[in-house]
């Protein structure tokens, strides 16, 4: 069964603090993306990757940062943390090849920032 | 204008009715169309995507694409309580490659 696991399911966590919250798939994924969701506003991309060490901006990329060293995993971090930082966070997968391009995501992490 | 835009809702439906949910988008090479359901508290998944013009059917939902007046909606058949959920689109636009954009959803209520 396919799988995209997030390291936290809940966070709280202080204004200027360094957070980290990692993913990782189980499916040989190519791709892997972090969005947040916030109401009204739906899912907006923070960054993406296509492969190990690549890495390309979204649409929301200030204030976080993200490492692909496996494959398998994809970490974002929050270098100092700010009140506007909390959400939730949504991690996904998706294969490169010919297919639907169809998204698995990850059970999300939702962080508040104190 | 936002590159995907949905109705925000909520859209109350009675049980047994079809609901009908839409979605329009920007022109920029748009090439797939997805619609994925999040039942609250939970992460999105996917129920439903078409890359052709016209109505493509799975069970009770119908996803129908209409690229020349840019939109595509999601039916629903016999709605069921089950089926309230929010509702996103998302579309793979060619220019942004692998990147989905997301309308910010529309929330579908079914009452018994």
């Known amino acids: 069964d396919v799988k995209v696991t997030q390291s936290s399911r809940y966070l709280v966590k202080r204004t200027g603090e360094k957070v980290f919250l990692e993913c990782v798939q189980d499916m040989d994924h190519e791709n892997m993306f972090w969005y947040r969701q916030d109401p009204g506003l739906g899912l907006r991309l923070i960054y993406f990757?296509?492969?190990?060490?690549?890495?390309e901006k979204g649409d929301i990329p200030e204030g976080y940062s993200v490492s692909r060293e496996k494959k398998e995993r994809f970490s974002l971090i929050l270098e100092s943390a700010s009140t506007n930082q909390t959400s939730m966070y949504l991690c996904?997968?998706?294969?490169?090849?010919?297919?639907?391009?169809?998204?698995?995501f990850g059970e999300g992490s939702r962080l508040t920032v104190l | 204008q936002k590159e995907v835009e949905q109705n925000s809702g909520p859209l109350s439906v009675p049980e047994g009715a079809i609901a009908s949910l839409n979605c329009t988008y920007s022109d920029r090479g748009s090439q797939s169309f997805f619609w994925y359901r999040q039942y609250s508290g939970k992460s999105p998944e996917l129920i439903m995507f078409i890359y052709s013009n016209g109505d493509k059917e799975d069970g009770r939902f119908t996803a129908q694409l209409n690229k020349a007046s840019q939109y595509v909606s999601l039916l629903i058949r016999d709605s069921q309580p089950s089926d309230s959920a929010t509702y996103l689109c998302a579309v793979n636009f060619m220019e942004y490659g692998n990147k989905l954009v997301f309308g910010a959803g529309t929330i579908l209520r079914v009452k018994s």
């Open positions: 996904a997968s998706s294969f490169s090849g010919a297919g639907t391009g169809e998204l698995f």
């Open positions: 990757s296509y492969d190990v060490k690549m890495k």
